[in-house]
């Protein structure tokens, strides 16, 4: 047999926010590298699982992969706290523990890992491989889907469907009570969850935080319709209408994205009357049964990992570019941020359905709205 045959040990762990599809990949994987005559452990709650001594892992077979397809959220569990190079202790200082991860990794006997993460996650595993000469394959997942050099990541397609679901729902009771329904999605600094539930919910406004908007804007366009109800749907990343971000405290001194929803909606009612509704959707869109193309899209995306550690082509992650797997270096995905682009073909099929985006060329498009309508007032 060729040298890529020989018996190999892999890790498999789960990095940052968790999402639909990740254990669709972890399923892929296994039954992957059982192609190969390999064992696969599953390492508990990502990095700190190889912190942990003896290290915490999962054993797994084609067998105990029978329900995972439909699974939500991941079974090996994930963190997205606590940077391995500054780690927190309980008495408030912060150490440097890689190198237990690195330990960890071969106290385990790993040929090679498997980290399935967004950009962040993937920088931090970068940095312990080439520092512990680790060998690495990414594999992406995000709901934002704004990891660089990939068209999708896991998770993304069922948070749209999710938040499309919303919106369809809301359109009824906008409708039946004559207000405003606001809907607020994720995005930490992408609008893409928002941008592409928009168009498939067929939201009257649209706002982006790639995309500047003024709120007379909105104004205008929700007093143009040609109904007595709107339906908006806002990333939370979008700032106010003087640039500042939205973010919630809590009892614990931490700050989180949300409130954009709110803000907007004081505005609205204040400048034209309408009565107003928000709908803040959350964590709803991570969780759940996958979407079959984030079953699809996890299943190849594990498949092309153990190939390509039968390859042996490490520090590379894979991605899907042009309807087909790829692989790209770890280094290129995560120093290009995939937001929005402003001329995005969906960003142009919005503008061309007559959604507003909130900035000035809402009503040069939207020729239909009647700029001294008054439905609201």
């Given at each position: 047999?060729?040298?890529?045959?020989?018996?190999?040990?892999?890790?498999?762990?789960?990095?940052?926010?968790?999402?639909?599809?990740?254990?669709?990949?972890?399923?892929?994987?296994?039954?992957?590298?059982?192609?190969?005559?390999?064992?696969?452990?599953?390492?508990?709650?990502?990095?700190?699982?190889?912190?942990?001594?003896?290290?915490?892992?999962?054993?797994?077979?084609?067998?105990?992969?029978?329900?995972?397809?439909?699974?939500?959220?991941?079974?090996?569990?994930?963190?997205?706290?606590?940077?391995?190079?500054?780690f927190p202790l309980s008495d408030g200082s912060t150490c440097d523990r890689s190198q237990d991860i690195i330990d960890g990794y071969h106290l385990l006997g790993?040929?090679?890992?498997?980290?399935?993460?967004?950009?962040?996650?993937?920088?931090?595993?970068?940095?312990?491989?080439?520092?512990?000469?680790?060998?690495?394959?990414?594999?992406?997942?995000?709901?934002?889907?704004?990891?660089?050099?990939?068209?999708?990541?896991?998770?993304?397609?069922?948070?749209?469907?999710?938040?499309?679901?919303?919106?369809?729902?809301?359109?009824?009771?906008?409708?039946?009570?004559?207000?405003?329904?606001?809907?607020?999605?994720?995005g930490r600094d992408a609008g893409h969850i928002a941008l592409n539930a928009g168009i498939a919910g067929g939201a009257d406004i649209v706002l982006l935080p790639?995309?500047?908007?003024?709120?007379?804007?909105?104004?205008?366009?929700?007093?143009?319709?040609?109904?007595?109800?709107?339906?908006?749907?806002?990333?939370?990343?979008?700032?106010?209408?003087?640039?500042?971000?939205?973010?919630?405290?809590?009892?614990?001194?931490?700050?989180?994205?949300?409130?954009?929803?709110?803000?907007?909606?004081?505005?609205?009612?204040?400048?034209?009357?309408?009565?107003?509704?928000?709908?803040?959707?959350?964590?709803?869109?991570?969780?759940?049964?996958?979407?079959?193309?984030?079953?699809?899209?996890?299943?190849?995306?594990?498949?092309?990992?153990?190939?390509?550690?039968?390859?042996?082509?490490?520090?590379?992650?894979?991605?899907?570019?042009?309807?087909?797997?790829?692989?790209?270096?770890?280094?290129?995905?995560?120093?290009?941020?995939?937001?929005?682009?402003?001329?995005d073909t969906l960003v142009k099929t919005a503008r061309g359905m007559g959604i507003c985006l909130g900035d000035t060329n809402c009503h040069a498009v939207n020729?239909?709205?009647?700029?001294?309508?008054?439905?609201?007032?």
């Amino acid at each position: 047999m060729g040298q890529h045959w020989d018996r190999k040990k892999i890790g498999l762990l789960t990095s940052g926010g968790d999402c639909a599809g990740l254990n669709a990949a972890l399923r892929a994987v296994v039954h992957r590298a059982n192609g190969y005559g390999w064992e696969v452990v599953g390492i508990s709650r990502a990095t700190q699982g190889l912190m942990a001594r003896p290290p915490e892992y999962v054993e797994f077979d084609v067998s105990s992969t029978h329900n995972l397809l439909l699974a939500g959220g991941t079974v090996l569990g994930t963190t997205n706290k606590g940077n391995p190079f500054d780690f927190p202790l309980s008495d408030g200082s912060t150490c440097d523990r890689s190198q237990d991860i690195i330990d960890g990794y071969h106290l385990l006997g790993l040929d090679a890992l498997i980290g399935i993460g967004g950009d962040g996650s993937m920088a931090i595993l970068r940095r312990l491989a080439q520092q512990g000469g680790l060998n690495l394959v990414g594999i992406p997942k995000t709901i934002d889907n704004d990891l660089g050099c990939t068209e999708r990541s896991i998770g993304f397609d069922t948070a749209v469907n999710i938040a499309t679901e919303a919106l369809d729902r809301l359109h009824f009771t906008a409708a039946s009570h004559s207000r405003v329904m606001i809907l607020e999605v994720m995005g930490r600094d992408a609008g893409h969850i928002a941008l592409n539930a928009g168009i498939a919910g067929g939201a009257d406004i649209v706002l982006l935080p790639e995309i500047p908007y003024t709120i007379d804007n909105i104004c205008q366009t929700i007093k143009g319709l040609k109904r007595n109800f709107a339906t908006i749907i806002v990333a939370e990343a979008v700032c106010t209408e003087a640039g500042e971000k939205v973010v919630q405290t809590n009892r614990l001194g931490q700050c989180r994205l949300g409130g954009i929803g709110e803000y907007l909606a004081e505005q609205i009612t204040e400048n034209i009357g309408a009565e107003t509704r928000v709908t803040v959707l959350g964590h709803v869109q991570r969780g759940g049964t996958p979407s079959p193309l984030d079953r699809v899209l996890a299943t190849a995306f594990g498949v092309e990992a153990v190939d390509l550690i039968a390859a042996e082509k490490y520090d590379h992650m894979v991605s899907w570019q042009n309807r087909q797997v790829v692989h790209v270096p770890i280094t290129e995905a995560i120093a290009e941020y995939r937001a929005v682009n402003p001329q995005d073909t969906l960003v142009k099929t919005a503008r061309g359905m007559g959604i507003c985006l909130g900035d000035t060329n809402c009503h040069a498009v939207n020729t239909h709205i009647r700029r001294d309508a008054t439905v609201f007032a």
